[in-house]
């Protein structure tokens, strides 16, 4: 086995991890640790994360979130479909359409029934 060869992955692999762990260590090292009751707080999660793992929260956070993520991979479709509408012509702009007209549907929907409401 020639050890030359394989030198450049090796070497691609020390400087990985380098770069992933070196910056977390001189964070560590070199920055401030001073926790207060303000960071400690739950920032978005809603609930208190250092509490019991087995008490009941709200899921309507999670409802929310999973909600942005369906609509936000929405946008991500429209992307290439923009760049390529030439190319695909009026069949690709009508199953876009349909697409578009399917998540608003949905959208209306969970308005409807309240699943956007933050009470």
């Known amino acids: 086995m020639n050890l030359e060869n394989y030198l ?14 070196g910056p977390m ?9 001073r926790p207060d ?6 920032y978005e999660c ?17 409802l929310v979130a999973i909600l942005f993520i369906l609509f936000d991979l929405e946008i991500a479709f429209l992307f290439p479909w923009a ?19 399917i998540l608003v549907v949905g959208f209306v929907y969970e308005w409807m029934k309240g699943a956007l409401d933050w009470e």
Do not use: H, N, T
């Open 8 to 21: 450049p992955v090796l070497l691609f692999i020390i400087v990985g991890v380098g770069v992933g762990i």
């Open 46 to 62: 809603g609930f208190e994360a250092f509490e019991d793992a087995r008490m009941k929260f709200d899921v309507r956070y999670y």
């Open 83 to 101: 760049v390529s509408l030439d190319a695909i012509g009026f069949f690709g702009f009508a199953s876009m359409m349909l697409f578009l007209g």
């Open 37 to 42: 009751p303000q960071k400690l707080s739950p």
């Open 25 to 33: 260590v001189i964070g560590k090292l070199l920055g401030p640790s």
